[in-house]
């Protein structure tokens, strides 16, 4: 890479939120304006090794994209009004003083983490918006294929487009909510990098650093609210640790045994001031200044033993009334060990031993062991430091737990392991293919909640009552059935006692997903407001109890309007006299196509597959994404919790609600 391209790459990870921001303005589409904005980076590419890069290189490549804006509304022939207003867009807000291009930036992170998208697709879209990092620095980052980001990144501009999402600042209603959106992506990029969830290194400062730009700059453009503050103290002063997290090899290193002199002041000190900055704003704390204030306890610590770990127990009781998470009950029970006694602190965490969230989470096990191991029993420690291992799926981490096990002292135990008798029930038990294939996943299920050296003779129908309840609990009930018959399998040939006596057969009847309240249905179907699409779909999913994908799949030429139902490959879907006269009109005059549509045609950078597209009317098919939000905003109003409903339960058999 010779020394012009390499300025050109610092100057579009500078500039091209502010180029992309300002174009998004202007046609009104991330999408587009995205493109545009790449025009002019092609065009520096071309230009500038041979003129020399300009004096304000920012301010080029906008005036390029712009150019090319009004070329393309030229060429598409799109309302004159619109093409004449983009023409004279420059003088307009040189001459009026129009709104800063802060405010196009704020309105670009709001839209990348509109909460329409998922988590995957926010995180993705700000990185590449609000970021400038190509699709391949995205996928190295988070450990994916390229053609995967890119299809999360396309989808999440689809979604954007199809809900309309306006580029605008939230409403004064909206924005605690929409904020909170914000930093959530931002945090979730910080703590990817600060602690790497897969691969072989703990650490990936480019998200890291990547995470703190984003932090800072918002901290700049939103000046009046605490918690971004407290979002940028928190991150500071974590990245501040980030030379003593890690040994020479990349192992880990904890925090009460890092070389407390390696971190680095700096952060520390910038972490203090936005730290002073939240607090300064007033208000009560919420979740980002109460978790800044516990790193500030540990970053005040001289050394490991100057830890005020009961002012932390304090703050993460305060952090648990605004952010009541299993996560957070968690890190609070480790901090009541430290404060109040181990024991104390381990009841705590036992507590959360059948929580169906903590399940895979590595820590939970990592937690109980440094607790266990901290009250002497070494050989329970180790149980848990292997179970952690096996969970975790960062190569650093996973080395890092097992030598902690292999270091607590005593001999391998001499009865046979819950790994090697599960192994040589699938391997030797004479099962055809696919009962080794259902067992396996049991058995998977078992060893990761026990670990692979949990002694069989310890196994008993309690423990796996407890495995299954935290594992299974809320599954249908065939799942639940299968892996039922699976463990009294496994238990009659390992001469165990009957491992099921705990778990009760369930009937299809008893569990589900449960049902909209049949008089709440009835308040929906008598409203006159909703568009046609959504009250065919509704009814539908209602009367065929089908699948939502399965339905949203259908296409035109599919339908038997006359015998009420739909050929969809391998099955049925069959409706009743509500959908029916629905469903004529809505699809009236159109032979081919998807059966629900989007509400407009896509742009040229949202163009979906032949099969998702209209031939007749040129708009794409209706998301899932996009129906599931219109579905979860109809409905707040009938949820006493006023979360919305899913259309999952809409398929549901509707029963009325107890008064």
Same mark, same amino acid.
């Given at each position: ?37 790449? /025009? ?15 004096? =304000? ?45 802060? =405010? ?86 910080? =703590? ?68 407390? !002199? ?58 648990? @009334? ?22 104390? !602190? ?12 903590? @399940? ?26 292997? @179970? ?158 089908? !699948? ?90 009938? /949820? ?20």
């Amino acid at each position: 890479m010779t020394d012009t391209h390499r300025r050109i790459d610092a100057v579009w990870k500078l500039e091209s939120a502010r180029i992309i921001a300002g174009l998004t303005r202007l046609v009104h589409d991330v999408g587009l304006a995205e493109e545009l904005a790449q /025009d002019a980076l092609v065009a520096a590419l071309e230009q500038w090794p041979a003129s020399g890069v300009p004096e =304000n290189p920012g301010a080029w490549l906008m005036a390029i994209a712009k150019r090319r804006a009004v070329d393309h509304v030229r060429r598409t022939q799109r309302d004159e009004r619109r093409h004449e207003r983009l023409a004279h867009e420059p003088d307009k807000q040189q001459d009026a003083g129009q709104e800063p291009e802060q =405010n196009d930036i704020l309105r670009l992170m709001f839209l990348s983490c509109h909460p329409v998208l998922p988590t995957r697709s926010r995180i993705a879209l700000t990185l590449r918006l609000l970021g400038g990092l190509t699709v391949a620095e995205i996928a190295r980052a988070f450990l994916v294929g390229e053609p995967g980001v890119v299809q999360r990144i396309a989808e999440a501009k689809r979604t954007l487009a199809e809900a309309q999402v306006p580029f605008a600042l939230p409403d004064d209603a909206d924005l605690a909510d929409r904020l909170a959106s914000v930093l959530e992506v931002i945090y979730l990029i910080f =703590n990817e990098g600060y602690s790497a969830t897969s691969g072989d290194d703990l650490l990936r400062p480019g998200l890291c650093l990547e995470a703190l730009r984003l932090g800072r700059l918002l901290a700049e453009l939103a000046a009046d609210e605490a918690e971004v503050h407290g979002l940028v103290a928190l991150m500071e002063i974590q990245a501040s640790r980030a030379p003593a997290r890690t040994g020479p090899s990349g192992e880990p290193i904890q925090l009460h045994e890092q070389n407390r !002199g390696r971190w680095d002041q700096l952060l520390i000190r910038r972490g203090f001031t936005s730290m002073l900055r939240a607090r300064d704003l007033g208000g009560p704390p919420g979740r980002y200044l109460l978790q800044a204030a516990i790193a500030v306890c540990h970053a005040q610590a001289r050394t490991a033993r100057d830890t005020d770990w009961a002012q932390i127990a304090t703050l993460y009781e305060a952090l648990i @009334r605004v952010l009541p998470t299993p996560i957070v009950r968690l890190n609070r029970a480790f901090a009541t060990g430290m404060a109040h006694g181990y024991e104390n !602190g381990l009841i705590e965490v036992d507590a959360l031993l059948a929580d169906p969230a903590l @399940r895979d989470y590595h820590l939970l096990p990592a937690v109980r062991g440094d607790l266990l191991l901290r009250l002497g029993r070494g050989s329970e420690a180790r149980l848990e430091f292997e @179970r952690a291992a096996a969970l975790t799926g960062n190569a650093a981490e996973h080395a890092f737990l097992l030598r902690r096990a292999d270091a607590l002292a005593g001999g391998e135990s001499a009865h046979v392991t819950l790994a090697q008798a599960a192994e040589d029930f699938l391997h030797g038990a004479g099962f055809d293919v696919a009962t080794v294939r259902s067992y396996a996943q049991t058995l998977r299920r078992l060893r990761l909640a026990l670990g692979d050296r949990f002694p069989l003779p310890s196994l008993t129908a309690e423990v796996v009552a407890r495995v299954f309840v935290t594992a299974w609990g809320e599954a249908a009930p065939a799942t639940w059935n299968r892996h039922r018959s699976a463990v009294r399998s496994f238990g009659t040939w390992a001469g165990v006692d009957d491992l099921a006596a705990g778990l009760d057969r369930r009937d299809a009847d008893t569990h589900g997903t449960a049902a909209i309240p049949s008089d709440l249905l009835a308040t929906l179907w008598e409203r006159t407001d909703l568009p046609l699409r959504e009250q065919t779909l509704w009814r539908l999913l209602h009367e065929s109890a089908a !699948g939502v994908r399965q339905v949203l799949s259908l296409n035109v030429e599919q339908l038997d309007l006359a015998d009420r139902r739909a050929h969809t490959g391998r099955t049925w879907v069959n409706w009743r006299s509500g959908t029916a006269g629905l469903l004529e009109t809505l699809v009236a005059g159109r032979t081919r196509g998807p059966v629900f549509l989007a509400e407009r045609r896509p742009g040229p950078a949202h163009g979906p597959a032949p099969a998702d597209l209209c031939p007749e009317t040129g708009r794409g098919r209706l998301s899932y994404e996009r129906a599931e939000y219109l579905f979860k905003q109809a409905t707040r109003s009938l /949820d006493p919790e006023r979360n919305g409903y899913t259309l999952r339960q809409l398929r549901a058999r509707s029963a009325p609600r107890n008064r």
